[in-house]
């Protein structure tokens, strides 16, 4: 168990509907990442936030939206979905923002919630 | 952004072989990290390795940040270790962590 909880697991919608991805950090982690992972593909970045704030922005469309919230906690919402966005959804934590050289900058993962948009 | 690859792409080995997984990166990095993907699609934490080299039983990490690769060695390798090896790298300005496309390993009993 890596400590970084993701919620639902599994979540299937029709297309043009609108879902919000739950993320809940490492205790005492403040930077959040989330990533997209396609069919046999590998993972997409595609927003990070720093202690509430957003710091980086990946591959992200402009029908996905994500905030941190006070208590660290991340939601990542698709809206105007479509069967391209069938895919594995990956949340991860870590203490500070990665590549800054500090130690114990180790980012864990959580179990991914599978999307299925018919 | 900086650039991360991975060699081979898929490997299939028999059970008690062993293997070497390469990554090469395009820039400096201050962080890197192993991680392997179980078929359930778990990504589990293997090695966070900037520099240096460590072990952890049948598995160890070589990264010679200098000459941007790293190594992932597997010893003796066993059916539960099938699945998709992902190196990951943070750029120097912390702000992003980029995935390379994977090596996916099949160990056959």
């Known amino acids: 168990d890596s400590g970084v909880t993701q919620t639902p697991k599994h979540l299937i919608t029709a297309t043009g509907q609108r879902v919000t991805l739950r993320c809940s950090p490492r205790?005492?982690?403040?930077?959040v990442y989330w990533y997209q992972q396609s069919l046999d593909q590998g993972l997409q970045f595609l927003i990070q936030?720093?202690?509430?704030?957003?710091?980086a922005k990946g591959n992200i469309l402009e029908r996905f939206s994500a905030q941190q919230f006070p208590d660290l906690h991340s939601e990542l919402n698709l809206s105007s979905l479509e069967l391209g966005d069938s895919a594995l959804y990956f949340c991860?934590?870590?203490?500070?923002?990665?590549?800054?050289?500090?130690?114990?900058?180790?980012?864990?993962f959580g179990q991914g919630t599978r999307l299925t948009v018919v | 952004g900086i650039q991360v690859e991975q060699s081979p792409p898929d490997l299939i080995l028999q059970e008690g072989a062993n293997s070497t997984l390469r990554c090469n990166f395009s820039?400096?990095?201050?962080?890197l990290q192993w991680f392997h993907q179980n078929p359930w699609g778990q990504l589990i934490n293997l090695f966070y390795?900037?520099?240096g080299t460590k072990q952890n039983g049948r598995l160890s990490a070589t990264t010679v940040a200098t000459e941007r690769y790293s190594l992932l060695y597997i010893s003796s390798s066993q059916t539960t270790d099938s699945g998709v090896y992902f190196c990951?790298?943070?750029?120097?300005?912390?702000?992003?962590?980029?995935f390379g496309p994977g090596t996916r390993l099949s160990v056959l009993p």
């Open positions: 936030y720093y202690n509430g704030e957003e710091r």
């Open positions: 205790s005492g982690d403040l930077s």
């Open positions: 820039d400096s990095v201050n962080n």
């Open positions: 991860a934590s870590s203490v500070y923002p990665l590549g800054q050289g500090l130690l114990n900058t180790e980012a864990f």
């Open positions: 990951a790298v943070g750029d120097n300005y912390g702000q992003n962590f980029v």
């Open positions: 390795i900037p520099s």
